[in-house]
């Protein structure tokens, strides 16, 4: 008689899949509640459980959220994540106007460390006497 093995896929609770996703359980309920979190599985007690693909797919909600992604464009997403391989370019389309909004942030995030940066460089060479003061917004000594 050949012992056959069987399978177990490695099951997380609630609290195991948000210490692996750095998500509260408030906000994986949430997920889960908004049905953002497909199939979500249960145990004998009725609690959730997660499996491997579902802590990778929870972490994309995240990296969606991060994206700017709305509740509704996540849901809007799962759903041609749900369709298969058909619905990939479509995918691509939403992933290329967050790329776009994010490109654009990155932007202006540079201006302003630029700007700080420039600012910074001015009150040094004003603490250290290599420049005179000036104000846009109050007069000073040399104003005239």
């Known amino acids: 008689m050949v012992d056959k093995m069987i399978k177990t896929e490695k099951l997380y609770s609630m609290k195991q899949a948000c210490e692996k996703t750095g998500l509260t359980y ?3 309920k ?10 979500v599985k249960r145990d004998k007690n009725n609690y959730r459980v997660f499996n491997d693909n579902d802590i990778a797919w929870i972490n994309s909600l ?3 959220k991060n994206c700017g992604m709305s509740i509704i464009e996540m849901k809007e997403y799962l759903d041609l994540r749900l369709k298969g391989e058909s619905s990939i370019p479509e995918r691509k389309e939403i992933l290329d106007v967050k790329l776009k909004d994010l490109q654009h942030k990155i932007h202006e ?3 302003s ?14 603490l250290i ?16």
Do not use: A
């Open 129 to 144: 006497g290599k420049i005179k003061y000036y104000s846009n917004l109050i007069p000073t000594e040399n104003d005239d």
């Open 62 to 64: 995240s990296c969606l």
């Open 26 to 28: 408030d906000t994986l």
């Open 109 to 111: 995030i540079q201006e």
């Open 113 to 126: 460390i630029n700007y700080i940066n420039w600012k910074h460089q001015f009150y040094d060479d004003v």
């Open 30 to 39: 949430f997920y889960c509640n908004e049905g953002l979190v497909p199939n």
